[in-house]
Nanobody, 120 residues
Framework: VQLQASGGGMVQAGGSLRLSCAAS????????MAWFRQAPGKGREFAAV???????TYHDSVKGRFTISRDNAKITVYLQMNSLKPEDTAVYFC???????????????WGQGTEVTVSS
């Protein structure tokens, strides 16, 4: 199984980025897909998760600003990030699990991470 995250970069506060995570080697439509993030000097934090049928939930810190989506035909999950803040600066990881979970230790597969830097 491989998860390839991309789309990170540097952006000013208030800007937008869209992250992508292309999956291979798993039955994508049967997996819950999530985005986690890890800020410098901090632990990994749940950001958003989406089920195979499109149901999703978010951490309170990103609710209303981030949107997670998936394209089962393209075997890809996305994270649209709007109204970015400096505190969103982190390495963002995508992850896959065969069940509805939001704890990072419950995820079976992880991407390599893509870095997002938001300047004030």
């Amino acid at each position: 199984v491989q998860l390839q995250a991309s789309g990170g970069g540097m952006v000013q506060a208030g800007g937008s980025l869209r992250l992508s995570c292309a999956a291979s080697g798993l039955t994508f439509s049967r997996y819950v897909m999530a985005w986690f993030r890890q800020a410098p000097g901090k632990g990994r934090e749940f950001a958003a998760v989406i089920r195979w049928d499109g149901f999703s939930t978010y951490h309170d810190s990103v609710k209303g600003r981030f949107t997670i989506s998936r394209d089962n035909a393209k075997i890809t999950v996305y994270l649209q990030m709007n109204s970015l803040k400096p505190e969103d600066t982190a390495v963002y990881f995508c992850a896959a699990a065969p069940r509805w979970v939001i704890r990072d230790s419950d995820y079976d597969y992880w991407g390599q991470g893509t870095e997002v830097t938001v300047s004030s």
